[in-house]
């Protein structure tokens, strides 16, 4: 099946600095979804962003599908940030959103 | 704004007990899907439904069955529980095929502790 690498595994930020997460993925996909999952275990949708460039706030996400990864850009970083973050892809060949996971980036944003 | 809610946060069963665990969603969404998350493994697809008694195996099925009987509920089963299926269970649910956006929600968690 479609393989899908995050990196870093784990990271630790100082309050207000910027960081870079990378998703590879091994295969077309049809559709990416970055995802924050809290220190309660809730998963929060960030970007849905099967391709191009998108922000929301001081998070902004780009994908270029061609080149079969994606990036999440973390600015001014704050402990609200800490958690782990998600990167999700749907393979050409699946259908119906069936997504397949990276295991990851853990962030811990120190005050 | 969607929701999708879990039946319960934390639960605790003993080994070959039958385990239920209910996921509801008030968006109209055709697709709803079942995850476990384990440290390490990130999450795994065990059962999604795209429509009312339909049914795909994921992943990861072994062990798992999966009931739809309603297009807002999505119930997911452990016919004899063990301890290697202690885990957080996740709930999602998505619009359906040629609709966008096609993004997954997520519900709570449950997290389930086999003893």
């Known amino acids: 099946g479609i393989q899908v690498e995050q990196s870093p595994p784990d990271l630790i930020l100082q309050e207000g600095a910027n960081s870079t997460l990378r998703c590879n993925f091994s295969?077309?996909?049809?559709?990416l979804q970055w995802f924050h999952q809290n220190p309660w275990g809730q998963l929060i949708n960030l970007f849905y962003i099967p391709s191009g460039t998108k922000q929301n706030g001081r998070l902004s996400a780009t994908t270029v599908a061609t080149e079969r990864y994606s990036l999440l850009y973390i600015s001014s970083s704050q402990t609200t940030d800490s958690g782990v973050y998600f990167c999700a892809v749907e393979p050409r060949r699946y259908g119906n959103n069936r997504l397949a996971f990276g295991k990851g980036n853990q962030v811990v944003v120190i005050p | 704004d969607v929701k999708v809610t879990q039946s319960s946060r934390y639960l605790v069963k003993r080994t070959g007990e039958k385990v239920f665990l209910e996921c509801v969603q008030d968006?109209?969404?055709?697709?709803m899907f079942w995850y476990r998350q384990d440290p390490g493994l990130g999450l795994r697809l065990i059962y999604f439904s795209y429509d009312v008694k339909m049914k795909e195996k994921g992943d990861i099925p072994e062990g798992y069955s999966v009931s739809r009987e309603k297009k807002e509920r999505f119930s997911l089963i452990l016919e004899s529980a063990s301890t290697n299926q202690t885990s957080m269970y996740l709930c999602a649910s998505s619009i359906g095929q040629g609709r966008r956006p096609y993004e997954q929600y997520f519900g709570p968690g449950t997290r389930l502790t086999v003893t």
């Open positions: 968006m109209d969404h055709e697709n």
């Open positions: 295969d077309s996909v049809n559709n």
